[in-house]
């Protein structure tokens, strides 16, 4: 028994539109780009507020050598600069939700503490996040192999709602044919 060429194409098809789908969402969404460093935008809360100039006391503040401008993957004009120092790096973890970092420097004594907000999720906010894997496993008993791809297209606080698509593939000699889902629905984290 032969595999039916209209149903390979019809399954074929499907999975180029979602990886199409997906492809344009991300590219609209971009995530940072890993290992290096780029200038964080300020806070929402922080960004229409003037910066006022404020007097040092200390004849020095405390930073990290130069050396940490390379290890943290700064920006070349960073690095070269002399005149610029870090005075601290923190790690955040990746939740889900956003951070606000604040980096405060005490003027008496020259000491950097950074703090991280976790801020609340907005009740409502466009979201394309996505993720997409390939699983083996048992269709019916059966080896099979499995794409499924998520699209989330906007939240209600940390509640996503978006589209959803799978296609199950037999691997083993047992004529099955494949099988695929498309549909909506909710998900949240856990």
Known sequence: ????????????SSVAT??????????NNAPLPIRLAVLAKPAPIVAKIAKVDTPVLTKTVKTLPPVVKR???????????VD????????????????????VLNFKTGVTKTYVRVN????????????AG???????????LRFQARQSVFKITSIHFGGMG?????????????????GLGIW???
């Not at 609340?120 to 993720?131: C, E, M, R, T």
């Open 120 to 131: 609340p999720d907005p009740w409502f906010s466009l979201n394309f996040d996505g993720d």
């Open 84 to 103: 610029q120092h870090v005075i601290d790096a923190v790690v955040v973890p990746a939740d889900g939700h956003s951070h606000t970092l604040t980096p």
């Open 134 to 144: 390939l699983y083996l496993g048992l269709y019916n008993g059966t080896p099979a």
């Open 18 to 27: 979602l990886a199409l789908i997906y492809s344009v969402v991300r590219l």
């Open 1 to 12: 028994m032969g595999l039916d060429k209209s149903k390979l194409w019809t399954v074929g």
């Open 166 to 182: 799978s296609i199950t593939q037999p691997i083993s000699g047992v004529p099955i044919p494949p099988s695929g889902f498309i």
């Open 71 to 81: 290890k943290l993957h700064l920006p070349p004009p960073v690095q070269a600069d």
């Open 188 to 190: 949240g984290p856990w």
